[in-house]
């Protein structure tokens, strides 16, 4: 039988053919790569022979690890020195001199998105994920959100391992350097011992100066290791993310009978860290780890790349991704960007069927009662304070939005519904968050020597283990979906369809 293959075509070989292509994309996947050789080169090959191929490419295009020790101090000079207001700090080991530092932590963030962040919410979230190349370190995240809802990076780290003194050190820089004297801060994160260390025993983290929160998928997967059930998994969540009181304590009553050692699991947190309904807003209504661990999806082709491209792969993307956004800001339309708009529309889609009492016109009291749907449900009592941007509902304190109750009193009032709207979420602002910006970096031959040499932690360099090497996490408790969750389209998000017949994807 005839096969299509050879053994000719070795892993050096198609290393060869792909060289300018990973220059290009460091990120580049083993299956692209396997589409290039068919479509090229004629030849069917295995998935192991590429994934070899790439990682020779990488070091012919990047160096090894401990060149590229070597070379990241000229690098990140050359860095901040293009553009300004990029940080850059580094930490080194005790047996370091004068001359010759042992490499231990590096943390850097860039000027343009230090400056979007003081336009932002003031709402940061930090996670940590593992660099999977030679070098056995994890990569530390702090993100926000922008005026459309999306992911903006604000610093990284690279440490040896999460712990209370890496943590500890991450959070001084980010507070030091990024936060600086923004006050009233939100910071949510996954329960970590070192964070938690961190924003009660610094001044510069404790309230009122910021907030630390935790994520709720974090609270409901650790609570699911101790005790089982579809039910209670539910009920954790719905109490979690309630925004009125009374639907909190309807749960936790209904929790606390059915499950009672899982309710004094839970009643040892305290309820402002992880449920909405006591949190007083300082969250903007973000529950979930989904805007860090996204980013750390999209990095997921730097991490096993060596430090330096690793780095500069995070510069590049961050350039790239403020380029995006400023075109698409200058092209939209409307008052409120896309993701916004969107919402906002939704919710003066509601106001037709409701129906509005004026208790305290002067003082802003007004009575919603929601209009009956075809199910039967519906004929709900609001209450708006229409001068205090507050709701009974809850969304309106929460999420800095107005909901359909309270669009519903401004049209019966005559008032302008845009002026309801958060200016943070405005397309003004949404330009002014992405006009940063940046400078390449000059030629290599240019770079100044900072006067020291720096060498990796050898005891931190991993052996080679044959085959590939693990690039998604062990999936878990929290990435399993509930029974009672309908299903929802890939391509426009709704139920009904999936994205083979999806009418919104066609049109």
């Not at 009492?357 to 749907?373: A, H, M, N």
């Not at 309270?406 to 709207?421: E, F, H, M, S």
């Not at 949404?430 to 100044?448: C, E, I, M, R």
Request: overall charge positive.
């Amino acid at each position: 039988m005839i096969r299509n293959n050879t053994t000719s075509l070795t892993s050096s070989v198609i290393s060869r053919h792909i060289l300018r292509t990973i220059e290009d994309d460091h990120g580049l996947k083993v299956k692209n790569i396997l589409s290039f050789v068919k479509e090229n080169l004629k030849v069917d090959v295995s998935y192991k022979k590429v994934w070899y191929a790439r990682r020779k490419t990488i070091e012919l295009v990047f160096g090894s690890w401990e060149q590229n020790f070597a070379e990241l101090p000229q690098y990140l000079d050359a860095m901040s020195q293009s553009n300004p207001g990029t940080v850059v700090e580094w930490s080194h080991h005790s047996d370091s001199s004068d001359r010759v530092k042992t490499f231990k932590y590096v943390f850097w963030a860039f000027g343009p998105a230090i400056e979007t962040f003081h336009m932002c919410r003031p709402v940061i979230c930090v996670d940590g994920t593992h660099l999977r190349g030679e070098y056995k370190g994890k990569l530390l995240v702090a993100v926000t959100q922008d005026a459309n809802n999306k992911v903006l990076p604000l610093a990284y780290a690279i440490v040896d391992e999460e712990t209370i003194f890496s943590w500890s050190w991450f959070m001084e820089q980010l507070r030091h350097n990024v936060a600086l004297d923004r006050h009233l801060i939100c910071v949510i994160f996954d329960r970590h011992n070192g964070i938690i260390y961190t924003m009660t025993h610094f001044d510069y983290w404790v309230e009122p100066l910021a907030y630390h929160r935790f994520y709720l998928r974090h609270v409901r997967s650790n609570l699911m290791t101790h005790f089982k059930g579809l039910h209670l998994r539910k009920l954790c969540w719905v109490m979690g993310r309630a925004r009125q009181l009374r639907k909190w304590r309807t749960f936790r009553r209904e929790l606390r009978s059915m499950f009672p050692d899982a309710w004094n699991y839970l009643s040892a947190i305290s309820p402002e860290k992880w449920c909405l309904t006591h949190d007083d807003g300082h969250r903007w209504g973000i529950l979930t780890t989904n805007i860090s661990e996204s980013y750390n999806n999209v990095l997921r082709g730097a991490r096993h790349l060596p430090i330096r491209a690793c780095i500069d792969m995070t510069f590049h993307r961050t350039v790239a991704l403020f380029q995006n956004r400023r075109e698409d800001a200058s092209h939209c339309r409307n008052p409120f960007p896309s993701k916004i708009w969107r919402r906002f529309r939704n919710a003066e889609k509601k106001i037709g069927a409701q129906r509005v009492i004026e208790f305290d016109g002067p003082s802003g009291v007004y009575k919603v009662i929601t209009g009956r749907r075809v199910d039967g449900k519906g004929g709900n009592t609001q209450t708006v304070r229409f001068f205090d941007k507050a709701c009974s509902c809850g969304k309106w304190q929460h999420y800095r939005l107005p909901c359909s109750h309270a669009l519903a009193v401004c049209r019966n009032r005559g008032d302008n519904p845009g002026l309801l709207v958060d200016p943070q979420f405005t397309t003004t602002r949404w330009a002014v968050q992405y006009s940063g910006k940046f400078n390449p970096l000059p030629h290599q031959d240019t770079w100044l020597h900072p006067g020291w040499e720096l060498q990796g932690d050898r005891s931190k360099f991993v052996a080679r283990r044959a085959g590939r090497v693990r690039a998604s996490r062990i999936r878990n408790e929290m990435d399993e979906r509930d029974p009672d969750e309908p299903r929802r389209c890939r391509n426009c998000h709704q139920t009904g369809h999936n994205r083979r017949n999806c009418p919104n994807y066609r049109s």
